[in-house]
């Protein structure tokens, strides 16, 4: 438990530095924004409560909302990231439970490539993933009149953000 | 009492839920600055720090780019004193331009935003102009004692007043946010003529930017909708994704213009 504690604060840190020093800085273009520091709510242990599981995604999206631009930055785009990372933490129990492999998932375990193979693993990621960048992108561009151009952002950012989380799956994979 | 706490303690998950979600929303929607007090000041130097020690690593990165804009300026510069007469009227002689450079800058969000590493210690206040070499780059937006913010001419929330070099007509320049190197001039009369590759400039209208600052070159134009205007497509001059020194630029005079001017509302 203890172990985990500090295992996923680095994850935590480590995720936000990655993604605003690096992924924001990358620039491709306003059509591919990808948001890696998703990660985090899926790789979170089965039993993680729901509180605690809420918390560490609206820690992790203020992180991301207030850390590039600070409090009193970029006022209109304060509140994004919260919002599409709470919901995905709101949602996850739930996808976990529909796309459940047989069985009960083992206490203590979480979710990855190596428990319930790379089919599952690539499933549940891009819901999880799709959900964040669709719920992030319409936020940002604060209409539904843009919905092509918003869902063209949406798959371009996510493949990207998939390829990146899968990346990371092997490399973990290959360690054990 | 007791049936509230169970009721709570039961449904915490989608309760906690709403309550995150409402404080998202409510941050979403007010637009206006939150806290400027303590957190404010700390968060912001924290982040500026942090982007400070990486943009001392990048640099190294860019350094050739850096090289190369910094010889184009050179030249520039040189072609600009040749064309100053001893004898002829310097308008721009009530601006003062302070050298700065750019810790942070995104080009790829809606509303973009650029850090530079001087504040009110180098006498940067709000509301002034930002300019390359190239070309305008933005408007101070916030300011603390060793860095300021900047509205990126690349943020849907600025609007520049310009004029076509050529023919003299106004305009304003706005984002429209397809790439980082295109903008959309509007309010030119249908009736102008113009060809690709005219200059549009400041107009100095707003005494934020000196006037006739260069600012892009039209790409192409079209009727806008109702006909009586053309819809200007024109290409930035600078480019945003090569930014590393741009200057601050302080009008003297601005406090007496916009005196003048209450003064005159006022009568």
């Given amino acids: 438990m203890r172990n985990n504690i500090l295992l996923f604060s680095f994850y935590f840190v480590a995720l936000i530095f990655f993604q605003i020093l690096v992924l924001n800085n990358m620039q491709f273009s306003s059509y591919l924004n990808p948001y890696c520091y998703v990660l985090l709510i899926l790789i979170l242990p089965f039993d993680t409560p729901g509180w605690l599981l809420l918390s560490i995604a609206f820690f992790l999206g203020m992180t991301m909302d207030v850390f590039p631009q600070g409090w009193t930055g970029a006022g209109a785009s304060l509140g994004f990231h919260t919002f599409a990372t709470v919901l995905v933490a709101f949602i996850r129990p739930f996808v976990l439970k529909w796309i459940n492999p047989r069985d009960e998932y083992e206490i203590g375990s979480r979710p990855g490539a190596s428990d319930f193979g790379l089919r599952w693993y690539l499933t549940y990621s891009l819901i999880i993933v799709g959900i964040h960048h669709f719920t992030l992108f319409l936020l940002e561009s604060m209409s539904f009149v843009r919905i092509p151009e918003t869902f063209l952002r949406t798959i371009l950012s996510a493949s990207f953000t998939l390829l990146l989380i899968l990346l990371w799956e092997g490399l973990r994979f290959r360690r054990n | ?267």
């Fill in chain 2, 1 to 267: 009492m007791r049936n509230l706490i169970r009721f709570v303690l039961r449904y915490n998950f989608p309760i906690l839920f709403l309550v995150f979600e409402l404080i998202a929303i409510i941050l979403i929607f007010s637009h206006n600055p939150i806290q400027r007090g303590k957190l404010t000041s700390q968060t912001n130097s924290f982040s500026t720090i942090v982007f400070d020690k990486a943009s001392e690593v990048t640099q190294y990165i860019h350094l050739r780019r850096a090289i190369d804009q910094l010889a184009k300026e050179n030249s520039l510069m040189r072609s600009r004193a040749r064309a100053v007469r001893p004898d002829s009227i310097d308008s721009r002689g009530s601006y003062v331009f302070i050298p700065a450079r750019v810790i942070n800058n995104t080009v790829q969000f809606e509303n973009n935003y650029l850090t530079l590493d001087i504040g009110t210690r180098s006498g940067v206040e709000p509301d002034m102009a930002v300019v390359s070499p190239f070309g305008i780059v933005g408007v101070v937006k916030t300011v603390s004692p060793n860095y300021c913010r900047v509205i990126s001419v690349l943020n849907s929330q600025l609007r520049v007043s310009v004029r076509l070099s050529k023919s003299g007509y106004f305009g304003s320049l706005s984002w429209d946010r397809l790439n980082y190197r295109d903008v959309l001039v509007t309010e030119i009369p249908s009736h102008v003529s113009l060809e690709p590759g005219d200059s549009i400039v400041s107009s100095g209208y707003s005494s934020i930017f000196p006037s006739g600052e260069p600012i892009a070159t039209v790409i192409e134009a079209t009727p806008a909708a109702g006909g009586n205007f053309l819809e200007i497509r024109a290409r930035l001059s600078t480019d945003f994704k090569k930014l590393y020194t741009v200057y601050v630029v302080k009008n003297t005079d601005i406090k007496e213009v916009k005196e003048l001017e209450e003064y005159d509302n006022e009568k």
